[in-house]
């Protein structure tokens, strides 16, 4: 899987939208970009993922560039309990076994009120 | 949303002494699970794929005899910790994919281990 480049941590007022970049120069066309967040002590939280198309759901929306070698996660408005760390993964689709994530550093988001 | 339990959230046990961590998948079939372990302010590292009726596959430097995964359920998985020692304490957190789909990976909440 194609590695991933996100900048350590970021800060965001509460109500502001929060964007996060993600840099993932060597993907691979068969490759999608997933973002997952981990809130303190607890389990990774699935966001949302993309191929090439910008992706919106409930949590957050997804920006792809159009060489997709970037992304940008954004959380229209933030609140104070979406500050966790922030991980960008790129994997190649498929289920079973070879749905292995491998997590990278994240980005550590703190919304401050 | 899918919702995986993991259990306990927290134990604290001898050096010495084996540990059994359950996870389950409450609302959905899961062939395949991952066992992942998390140091303090790290990331996670996968520990094991574990499939349902079969061996588990473990990732280079994790020891088989170590951590024992049975996955004898679409809903079940477990990790024993065997003959713990201080330096296997850390934050042990399971996943499980559906079976229904391939898109998203649901996490259960984590066991934090202290062994002292």
């Known amino acids: 899987d194609a590695k991933t480049t996100q900048p350590p941590s970021m800060d965001c007022a509460e109500g502001r939208a929060a964007n996060l970049p993600c840099n993932h120069s060597t993907i691979s066309g068969n490759e999608y970009v997933y973002w997952y967040r981990q809130i303190h002590s607890q389990g990774p939280q699935y966001i949302i993922h993309g191929l090439k198309n910008n992706e919106t759901n409930e949590m957050a929306s997804l920006i792809i560039t159009e060489d997709r070698k970037s992304s940008t996660l954004i959380l229209p408005h933030a609140t104070l309990r979406d500050t966790a760390v922030y991980y960008c993964?790129?994997?190649?689709?498929?289920?079973?076994?070879?749905?292995?994530?491998?997590f990278g550093k994240g980005t550590l988001l703190t919304v401050n009120p | 949303g899918a919702v995986v339990s993991q259990h306990p959230s927290r134990v604290i046990c001898k050096s010495g002494t084996s540990v059994k961590i359950e996870c389950r998948s409450l609302?959905?079939?899961?062939?395949?699970m991952f066992w992942y372990r998390q140091f303090p302010k790290k990331s996670l590292m996968l520990m094991a794929t574990?499939?349902?009726?079969?061996?588990?596959?473990?990732e280079q430097g994790v020891e088989k005899d170590k951590f024992l995964i049975n996955h004898a359920s679409l809903t079940l998985s477990t990790l024993t910790v065997t003959s713990a020692h201080p330096e296997d304490s850390s934050f042990y957190i399971c996943s499980a994919l559906p079976v229904a789909s391939n898109e998203k990976l649901f996490f259960g909440s984590g066991t934090q281990l202290s062994v002292l």
């Open positions: 609302d959905f079939q899961a062939t395949t």
């Open positions: 993964i790129v994997r190649v689709a498929g289920g079973g076994s070879n749905y292995k994530l491998t």
């Open positions: 574990s499939n349902e009726g079969s061996k588990a596959t473990y």
